[in-house]
């Protein structure tokens, strides 16, 4: 469906990207997951043609964004980062005046405004004016006026940013409807939960780089990163760690009478370590686990935090 190849642009002296390259099939989520000036922004203007990149080619079911300009826009819904909406107009008005500029007949355009308000939670509220809504309840609408001309693909540049959990949890949800319903949709977001909730695949995009992408098993696999098992002991002076040890060698020492191993599952090897523990006189105060997860694995692989 989506096929980006050695995509790079720079503005001036800044390197936005570089040598950016994946595809996505037909109907699934895939994630931009890094932090502001990573080039998830950048990519997405490329995407649906606003911004021409220096080097590389990208195709949209087939046509090329950059001399199939108009295809590519009728392929494509962008919900931007900003609220681009009107105010003083009601929803319906926002979701027709955006509709009309895909040049749909106006019956058929109410038709898809109002199921379009419908997906998104808001046809009890469709006559209100914008200036009324809630941040979340805006985004939504946002999303809503990217669909009406029924695009394959859906582009979301951080669809979420600065709403209440609440609202984030409504926009998930629309979101996961218009998957359902087999749009493609790329999802740029700097929180690692939304990535881990709604994304099937997941690129990790840092300074313009996409450092690695699959899906969450496949990111675990390539950091490397292991799930982590910490028992407190009550005394490690009578346990028997080197006999433990024949059969975990990972297990190590981690302070005062505190175990910890590093596991490749949690669920497999959390059972056996602690009978042996047992057996060989440890007696388990308390038990902690951190199972691998995306945060992990950003960690792992850039070294860092991810910042706002």
């Given at each position: 469906?989506?096929?980006?190849?050695?995509?790079?642009?720079?503005?001036?002296d800044i390197q936005a990207l570089q040598q950016?390259?994946?595809?996505?099939?037909?109907?699934?989520?895939?994630?931009?997951?890094?932090?502001?000036?990573?080039?998830?922004?950048?990519?997405?203007?490329?995407?649906?043609?606003?911004?021409?990149?220096?080097?590389?080619?990208?195709?949209?079911?087939?046509?090329?964004?950059?001399?199939?300009?108009?295809?590519?826009?009728?392929?494509?819904?962008?919900?931007?980062?900003?609220?681009?909406?009107?105010?003083?107009?009601?929803?319906?008005?926002?979701?027709?005046?955006?509709?009309?500029?895909?040049?749909?007949?106006?019956?058929?355009?109410?038709?898809?405004?109002?199921?379009?308000?419908?997906l998104v939670g808001l046809s009890d509220r469709?006559?209100?004016r914008i200036k009324t809504y809630s941040g979340?309840?805006?985004?939504?609408?946002?999303?809503?006026?990217?669909?009406?001309?029924?695009?394959?693909?859906?582009?979301?540049?951080?669809?979420?940013?600065?709403?209440?959990?609440?609202?984030?949890?409504?926009?998930?949800?629309?979101?996961?409807?218009?998957?359902?319903?087999?749009?493609?949709?790329?999802?740029?977001?700097?929180?690692?939960?939304?990535?881990?909730?709604?994304?099937?695949?997941?690129?990790?995009?840092?300074?313009?780089?996409?450092?690695?992408?699959?899906?969450?098993?496949?990111?675990?696999?390539?950091?490397?990163?292991?799930?982590?098992?910490?028992?407190?002991?009550?005394?490690?002076?009578?346990?028997?760690?080197?006999?433990?040890?024949?059969?975990?060698?990972?297990?190590?020492?981690?302070?005062?009478?505190?175990?910890?191993?590093?596991?490749?599952?949690?669920?497999?090897?959390?059972?056996?370590?602690?009978?042996?523990?047992?057996?060989?006189?440890?007696?388990?105060?308390?038990?902690?686990?951190?199972?691998?997860?995306?945060?992990?694995?950003?960690?792992?692989?850039?070294?860092?935090?991810?910042?706002?």
């Open positions: 469906m989506i096929n980006v190849s050695n995509v790079s642009k720079s503005f001036g950016v390259s994946f595809e996505i099939k037909e109907g699934e989520i895939y994630g931009l997951l890094g932090p502001n000036g990573a080039g998830k922004s950048t990519t997405i203007n490329i995407l649906n043609t606003l911004l021409k990149p220096d080097e590389g080619e990208v195709y949209i079911n087939g046509l090329n964004v950059q001399t199939q300009k108009e295809g590519c826009k009728m392929l494509i819904g962008v919900v931007p980062q900003e609220i681009a909406l009107y105010s003083e107009l009601s929803a319906f008005e926002n979701v027709m005046f955006w509709g009309g500029l895909y040049n749909l007949p106006k019956a058929a355009l109410k038709e898809k405004a109002l199921k379009a308000l419908e469709k006559n209100d979340g309840m805006k985004r939504r609408i946002n999303i809503a006026s990217s669909i009406l001309h029924d695009p394959k693909v859906i582009l979301m540049d951080e669809p979420t940013v600065g709403v209440d959990p609440q609202s984030r949890n409504h926009v998930f949800e629309v979101i996961e409807n218009l998957n359902k319903e087999g749009k493609t949709i790329i999802y740029t977001t700097h929180y690692m939960e939304e990535a881990e909730r709604l994304c099937d695949r997941i690129a990790i995009i840092d300074l313009g780089q996409i450092i690695a992408q699959g899906d969450l098993k496949e990111l675990k696999e390539i950091s490397k990163v292991k799930d982590i098992l910490t028992l407190q002991l009550a005394n490690l002076d009578s346990f028997n760690m080197e006999t433990v040890k024949n059969k975990f060698p990972d297990l190590q020492q981690n302070g005062n009478n505190s175990l910890l191993i590093e596991c490749n599952d949690l669920n497999k090897e959390v059972s056996g370590l602690i009978k042996l523990i047992q057996e060989h006189k440890g007696e388990i105060e308390s038990i902690e686990t951190h199972k691998a997860n995306l945060e992990s694995v950003f960690l792992k692989l850039t070294g860092k935090q991810l910042r706002d």
